[in-house]
């Protein structure tokens, strides 16, 4: 015989493949009187609860493995790991690029971690499962109606700038390395809009074909020298920049943070690897990945948390580390220290 499933039982009843799921599992979300017509039409179509079940598998989904291997998605796999354990639940990690897979992997699991990047037809699958998802990246789609876990990148930004500022910096970069990404672009948006608050700062910006191209630094910082801009302070769109900032000023002949500081972001293990210590942000990756459990599990019904509320746009809120990469201000130029400069008129 054919087994039943929990479409064909929405079908049936012209109601929705969410609301069975929920009234079959005993979950909140649907009135009574619905639930028991649901329960007695899922029996009398033969359906195998027990087969069918909720399982205790919170599916992880990257993807791809390079995104999986990122330093701050495997943190966040961590946090995710941690806190599915300490509910009694498994975590089981996919590479998906298929949305077709999605549907299949239903059965047995509380719902979908959807982390780093995902195509738009990801996305809108997992918002049309009966399952939940909560999706731990920098962006979702306007008004996607599932929950999303974030950090507060924005506020991130016009932190270091007002830190900064008054450190006595008022020639700065934006060192974005290889453009593009969403988080690093966020940002810059805070640090440029406070950097355009204060009169006498100035802001700008470099990429890079690659975070560690530090030909492209040299370049770049060679043709501002060149310019009679000489930037006091670099903040950085990665650690991975940062370090690339720090090593290449310092080859270039300048003093890290006697002439010029450098701000990396997210605190990862590099930072306290090199000389000088990076100051940097240290951005709650563990912790994004353990929210995003416990969202998960409210909507879920495990906890009320969550209950009758709408989708939710949750940013943990990073805080700075203050290392040995900056300082105040210098007021003189830096100009004569730089191997390659072109000579002054």
């Known amino acids: ?43 009398a179509l033969g359906y195998n609860a027990r087969r069918q079940g909720a399982g205790q598998n919170i599916e992880v989904i990257f993807k791809n493995r390079a995104t999986a291997s990122r330093e701050l998605w495997v943190d966040v796999q961590n946090g995710i790991d941690h806190e599915a354990t300490a509910h009694g639940c498994v975590m089981s990690v996919r590479w998906l690029d298929d949305p077709a897979e999605l ?42 109606q599932k929950d999303q876990v974030s950090a507060a990148d924005v506020e991130a930004g016009v932190y270091v700038a007002h830190h900064l500022q008054s450190l006595g910096h008022r020639r700065v970069v934006y060192a974005h390395g290889r453009l593009g990404y969403p988080g690093r672009l966020a940002r810059l948006a805070g640090f440029a809009d406070a950097i355009a608050e204060v009169e006498d700062m100035e802001l700008r910006e470099i990429g890079f074909s690659d975070d560690r191209a530090a030909g492209d630094l040299r370049e770049a910082v060679t043709a501002m020298a060149a310019s009679g801009f000489e930037p006091t302070a670099f903040f ?62 409210s ?36 100009r004569h220290r730089l191997r390659g400069a072109p000579s002054s008129a």
């Open 1 to 43: 015989m054919k087994r039943v499933t929990i479409q064909q039982i929405a079908d049936h009843l012209g109601i929705s493949k969410f609301a069975v799921s929920r009234a079959l599992s005993g979950k909140p979300g649907v009135s009574e009187p619905t639930r028991h017509l649901i329960v007695d039409t899922a029996a």
């Open 103 to 144: 549907p299949r992997i239903e059965n047995g699991a509380i719902g979908y971690i959807l982390v780093g990047p995902q195509t738009p037809a990801m996305l809108e699958t997992a918002l049309s499962s009966a399952l939940p998802a909560v999706v731990v990246n920098h962006i979702v789609p306007p008004l996607w």
């Open 236 to 297: 950085c769109g990665s650690d991975i920049v940062a370090v690339t900032v720090v090593s290449e000023l310092m080859r270039l002949g300048l003093r890290i943070p006697e002439d010029v500081s450098v701000v990396g972001h997210a605190d990862y293990a590099i930072a306290t690897q090199i000389s000088p210590q990076l100051t940097t942000v240290h951005m709650p990756h563990r912790e994004m990945g353990i929210a995003a459990v416990r969202v998960l599990l």
């Open 299 to 334: 909507r879920a019904g495990q906890s009320p948390f969550m209950n009758e509320l709408p989708p939710q746009r949750i940013n943990l809120v990073p805080h700075l580390v203050e290392r040995q990469s900056s300082g105040p201000a210098s007021h003189e130029s830096w």
